[in-house]
């Protein structure tokens, strides 16, 4: 049994001693990595439009960030908001 997917490590168990009720962590191990397996195979990959997509959002949201600075700024200098 392989004890990484995708380069990450799994855990091993060194003192444990199953008991009846406890689950059968092979099973559960195997389960885990099939349904990690599925699910990176569905994953998006980064691709052009979504990166073009990424870069439009960040920029419109530092367009927000400097309008609103600009608003606060002049706000501030007039006074509003202060506690006084």
Not at 6 to 20: D, V
Request: proline letters at 5%.
């Amino acid at each position: 049994m392989k004890n990484e997917i995708h380069g990450i490590a799994l855990p091993q168990f060194k003192y444990y001693e199953p008991k009846n009720y406890h689950p059968n962590w092979d099973e559960i191990r195997e389960e885990s990595h099939a349904l990690a397996k599925k699910i990176a195979a569905n994953m998006m990959p980064f691709t052009f439009r979504l990166k073009i997509t990424s870069r439009k959002r960040r920029f419109f949201a530092i367009i927000k960030l400097l309008k609103n600075l600009f608003i606060n700024k002049h706000r501030a200098a007039k006074g509003y908001g202060t506690a006084s």
